[in-house]
T-cell receptor, first 112, second 115 residues
């Protein structure tokens, strides 16, 4: 079992650039979550997909953030344009039951 | 919305001692309370969870207790080992339509177990 796979693991970019984070959920899991982790705000849910459909995007901070799930094995989180305050660790998680969530290793994003 | 407070923010114990981490929640409708362990450079991993119809749950050296009246729950780790060193997060969730997908996390506790 490979677990949730995220890429890249680290991303450094300049303010104003587009950033795309990628996630492959665990096979057979029909729910997918994107989280952001910062020292100030802790772990925050950004968006939740069920069966590839966005169900709750109330945590997406602003229109610069968008997420897609074109199929059951792939999701992206895009930030355009990026800003320094977007620097954080972004986690993807998947779940078979809508209860226990399995987290990936995260992508550490630094926006200069 | 739900608010979860977690204490202490850091905890240092000697190997073999017990460790206790406490969380309080604000919304009495919350009914699912998981605990996650996050090691350096990794994502959080579920270690134990409890539902509101249960007061206590144990899994080997780990136990969780829930007091619904006081709206607080605690993680107890006995016989601590150096590999227990990590950041521990509590969370609370209000079940909607049979699912508890929306977790509100505490700010975390950095546990250090000294050999």
């Amino acid at each position: 079992d490979a677990g949730v796979i995220q890429s890249p693991r680290h991303e450094v970019t300049e303010m104003g650039q587009e950033v795309t984070l990628r996630c492959k959920p665990i096979s057979g899991h029909n729910s997918l979550f994107w989280y952001r982790q910062t020292m100030m705000r802790g772990l925050e849910l950004l968006i939740y997909f069920n069966n590839n459909v966005p169900i709750d995007d109330s945590g997406m901070p602003e229109d610069r953030f968008s997420a897609k799930m074109p199929n059951a094995s792939f999701s992206t989180l895009k930030i355009q344009p990026s800003e320094p305050r977007d620097s954080a660790v972004y986690f993807c998680a998947s779940s078979p039951t809508l209860n226990e969530q399995f987290f990936g290793p995260g992508t550490r994003l630094t926006v200069l | 919305g739900e608010n979860v407070e977690q204490h202490p923010s850091t905890l240092s114990v000697q190997e073999g001692d017990s460790a206790v981490i406490k969380c309080t929640y604000s919304d009495s409708a919350s009914n699912y309370f998981p605990w996650y362990k996050q090691e350096l450079g990794k994502g959080p991993q579920l270690i134990i969870d409890i539902r509101s119809n249960v007061g206590e749950k144990k899994d080997q050296r780990i136990a969780v207790t829930l007091n619904k009246t006081a709206k607080h729950f605690s993680l107890h780790i006995t016989e601590t080992q150096p590999e227990d060193s990590a950041v521990y997060f509590c969370a609370a969730s209000i079940g909607e339509g049979g699912s508890n997908y929306k977790l509100t996390f505490g700010k975390g506790t950095l546990l250090t177990v000294n050999p």
